[in-house]
């Protein structure tokens, strides 16, 4: 009987697969030419790459014992083909950042029209956080040829709907509670990312998910098919409920816009509110908000780094709990596991 099965594929940075692109084969024969990338658009993917960004996941098949001896390979590259050439061909030199590229975390560093090798000797330490960032592959493993075919032609037969649209066009109570929530001041203000296609909306129907979750003593996965359902069963009948968690939730974000400032570096990452809001939301509940304040993410954040530096040299060394909560960071970032995760070390390090 055929099976499919997938993983995070591990120790996925982008030094680590560069080091071993012959042993990825970037043109199976279920690929399609599709579209070619043009120098601005594989300009824009490392762009996001550098300023932190999450992207879109890579899916690689991998092969199994027999193809690998008879083609000295080891995955296929199912889903992310242009996305993993316009990395490969940035790494070695064959074109250069945009003219108007602006370095977010840092807004002294000046990196426009430079190369990967040209960053390496002006901003070593940037093209080490570069070389490390965790690419979300997923690992296909399947006996059936024809699986992996079907999943390319699923991966590729669609556009996407941009799920913040589609689940305002549902409407009622809950999508207009979503639309008053992401213009409050922490969203309007705080956050680094912009508002582009709903983004805000995306992050406080999330906000909201979490604080139904919080009373019921849980953390769910913050992916689409939950957040759609919760804004339906919440469409209408519910006003009360509705109404309680939107003064929860302004409530907890009363208190995020007391620590962090206006357009703030560390909110650079939709990924990270989550986080961050449930945090503040248990020191509310326990009194302990005098823990948690910017200085202590600052820290946070410092000791990350340092620790990536340090792993860089010799992973033996390094914490693993700052490595995994990087990984986490960029794979799976909706996965009740992965926030509940990362909440657990960022709470610990804060003390709360």
Request: proline fraction near 2%; charge should be neutral; hydrophobic fraction near 40%.
């Amino acid at each position: 009987m055929s099976y499919i099965d997938t993983n995070p594929l591990q120790h996925s940075n982008i030094l680590t697969l560069f080091a071993d692109r012959d042993q990825i084969i970037m043109d199976p024969t279920y690929q399609r030419q599709g579209e070619i990338w043009s120098k601005e658009k594989r300009q824009l993917l490392i762009d996001s790459i550098l300023n932190r960004y999450d992207i879109p996941k890579l899916y690689f098949h991998k092969l199994d014992r027999q193809a690998i001896k008879s083609s000295n390979k080891m995955y296929a590259v199912v889903d992310g083909r242009q996305r993993l050439e316009a990395i490969f061909d940035f790494m070695d030199g064959k074109y250069e950042l945009a003219d108007d590229f602006e370095y977010l975390l840092d807004e002294t560093v000046d990196m426009r029209g430079l190369n990967a090798n040209d960053i390496a000797k002006k901003y070593p330490r940037i093209k080490q956080r570069f070389d490390a960032f965790n690419l979300p592959v997923v690992c296909v493993e399947t006996d059936d040829l024809e699986l992996i075919e079907e999943m390319f032609s699923r991966l590729n037969e669609a556009v996407p709907l941009n799920a913040a649209e589609k689940r305002n066009a549902i409407g009622g109570e809950m999508a207009r509670t979503v639309t008053e929530v992401s213009k409050n001041s922490f969203f309007t203000k705080k956050v680094k990312f912009k508002n582009t296609r709903y983004q805000h909306k995306e992050g406080a129907v999330r906000l909201l998910f979490l604080e139904k979750c919080f009373d019921e003593g849980k953390v769910v996965d913050t992916k689409k098919p939950f957040l759609d359902a919760f804004v339906r069963e919440h469409r209408a009948g519910k006003s009360t409920k509705v109404a309680r968690l939107k003064t929860a939730v302004a409530s907890t974000l009363k208190e995020m816009s007391q620590v962090f400032v206006d357009n703030d570096n560390l909110l650079i990452a939709q990924s990270s509110i989550p986080v961050y809001f449930l945090l503040f939301r248990e020191a509310i509940t326990e009194g302990k908000l005098n823990k948690l304040s910017r200085s202590i993410f600052i820290k946070f954040n410092e000791a990350r780094q340092k620790n990536r530096e340090i792993a860089s040299e010799d992973i033996t060394k390094a914490q693993f709990e700052f490595l995994e909560y990087d990984r986490l960071s960029q794979q799976g970032t909706n996965d009740a596991s992965s926030i509940k995760e990362r909440l657990n070390i960022l709470r610990n390090f804060c003390g709360v």
